[in-house]
């Protein structure tokens, strides 16, 4: 579309999610372990420099999605006193003015008052029990605890339950303004959602896969590395600039060369010349001498 819209500022949030469901899909997973391909945070920052390129694909249904929000936030809120005709269980909970209902109030009430009352039962019904072991009445009032204590655990999993689910929706839903049209408003999330949808399977997904499969020549290069100031030398060894090793060498098997270890030189001592000492036995020749 040559007149498609533009990505509003106020959308582009739900871009970026869309985009990292999209990079989260098992063939985009698979492509990015592929040698040589792009990495899943280059492939993002790729997608959104180019969001607006990428949504031309779900144009239509943005275009429907842009139309309804306008209309919404330009229609006037209806007569308050005007009920409507068939209003669902939920709405029959809420209260009148808005704040919480009948149905967030029990969600919260019914467990503690359950495990208040099965905390009792069962603590009464132990002490039946302890005077009379055969107590009938101890019986009873020991499976009223339990099933007080069994009811407040199911009436803990519905309120949790339904948190959840009013987290979902909340976030699925396009915030309305405060006393619009409930058809208005539901019609705007379905048309937030066809977009999302759309913007995923049509826009995103063959995005993220002709990236991948592009050209390695074709991608935009890296930024160029911070050259080296002028007079500094680069030694292959690791050394720092201007930096030289000392001229140590080890001494040859003849003699120590010089500084530079070029040429040997003699050492300059010998073997010192020993002789015995000058003693000579005395001449004896026999006890005639003597």
């Known amino acids: 579309m040559n007149n498609a819209p533009h990505l509003l500022a106020e959308d582009r949030p739900d871009f970026e999610r869309i985009l990292d469901e999209a990079l989260r899909d098992g063939t985009i997973l698979t492509a990015l372990r592929a040698p040589g391909a792009l990495t899943g945070g ?3 920052i790729q997608a959104l420099r180019a969001a607006d390129g990428v949504a031309t694909a779900a144009a239509t249904e943005y275009d429907h999605y842009l139309r309804l929000r306008e209309n919404l936030r330009s229609t006037p809120p209806p007569d308050p006193d005007h009920e409507p005709t068939a209003p669902g269980l939920l709405s029959q909970l809420r209260s009148a003015d808005g704040g919480a209902g009948l149905f967030p109030v029990l969600t919260v009430l019914t467990p503690i008052l359950a495990w208040a009352a099965a905390l009792v039962l069962l603590l009464v019904g132990y002490v039946l029990r302890a005077a009379d072991a055969g107590s009938t009445l101890a019986r009873s009032v020991l499976t009223a605890g339990w099933l007080a204590l069994a009811a407040g655990v199911a009436a803990m999993v519905v309120g949790i339950v339904g948190l959840v689910l009013t987290a979902l929706r909340d976030g699925s839903t396009v915030p309305a303004p405060a006393g619009a049209d409930p058809e208005l408003a539901a019609e705007l999330a379905d048309a937030r959602r066809e977009w999302q949808h759309a913007l995923r399977d049509r826009a995103l997904l063959p995005y993220l896969h002709a990236a991948l499969r592009a050209d390695p020549a074709a991608r935009p290069a890296p930024p160029p590395s911070v050259p080296a100031q ?12 201007g930096y030289t090793g000392p001229g140590f060498s080890s001494p ?7 500084p530079e270890g070029r040429e040997p030189r003699t050492a300059g001592f010998s073997t010192p010349d020993f002789t015995g000492p000058g003693y000579t036995p005395p001449a004896f020749t026999g006890p005639d001498d003597v």
């Open 252 to 258: 040859g098997a003849e003699g120590l060369t010089d």
């Open 230 to 241: 002028a007079g500094e030398r680069h030694r292959p060894d690791g050394g720092g600039p």
């Open 42 to 44: 280059e492939l993002r």
